[in-house]
C-alpha cells in the first residue's frame, strides 16, 4: 500500500490534472515511507507522446529534499486515457534509475490519466527482470 498526503494528492490534481498528457514531476517521503512531497516539473519538456524531466532542475530539487530528510521514491507523470500503464520508455528509464541506484529496491511509477482524473499506482523492481506491480495506495 502506498500512503499519500492529502495535500500532495491535491497538487498532483492540480498539476496534472488539469494539463495535457505528457507533463510530470517527482515524490518524495519522509522516513516513514508516506509520500509527502511533489515536484511538478514545471521545466520539463513535454510532448504529444513523451515527457523528459528537468534533470538538472530535479536534481537540485533533491538535494534540498535531501536537507529535509526527504528522498526520492518515484517519477509520476500524465498519459492520455488511452494508457494507464507505463511505457516502454517509461520502463527504460526507470530501469536506468535502479540499475545506477543499487541502495533503491524498488521505483514508484504512477501514471495519472486526465478524464476523468485517476492516479494509477504502479511499483517497479529489478530483479532477475523489471518487475511491475499494480499497486492500491490511500490519501491520508
Keep these: 500500500m502506498v500512503y499519500i498526503h492529502q495535500n500532495v494528492f491535491d497538487e498532483i ?3 496534472l490534472g488539469t494539463r495535457k498528457p505528457e507533463c510530470g514531476g517527482v515524490l518524495g517521503a ?3 515511507g508516506r509520500i509527502s512531497k511533489f515536484y511538478f516539473d514545471t521545466s520539463g519538456i513535454s510532448s504529444e507522446d513523451a515527457y523528459t524531466p528537468d534533470y538538472e532542475k530535479i536534481n537540485g530539487i533533491l538535494e534540498e529534499w535531501a536537507e529535509e530528510g526527504v ?3 518515484g517519477m509520476i507523470h500524465s ?3 488511452e494508457g494507464n500503464f507505463p511505457s516502454c520508455g517509461d520502463l527504460f528509464y526507470c530501469e536506468q534509475i535502479l540499475r545506477s541506484n ?3 529496491s524498488d521505483f514508484l511509477l504512477p ?3 486526465v478524464n476523468p482524473f485517476e492516479i494509477h499506482m504502479y511499483r517497479v523492481r529489478l530483479e532477475t527482470k523489471l518487475r511491475v506491480l499494480s ?3 490511500q490519501i491520508v
Design 71 to 73: 528522498r526520492m521514491v
Design 102 to 104: 543499487p541502495s533503491i
Design 13 to 15: 490534481r492540480s498539476a
Design 135 to 137: 499497486e492500491p495506495y
Design 79 to 81: 498519459h492520455g486515457n
Design 30 to 32: 519522509c522516513s516513514d
Design 111 to 113: 501514471i495519472v490519466t
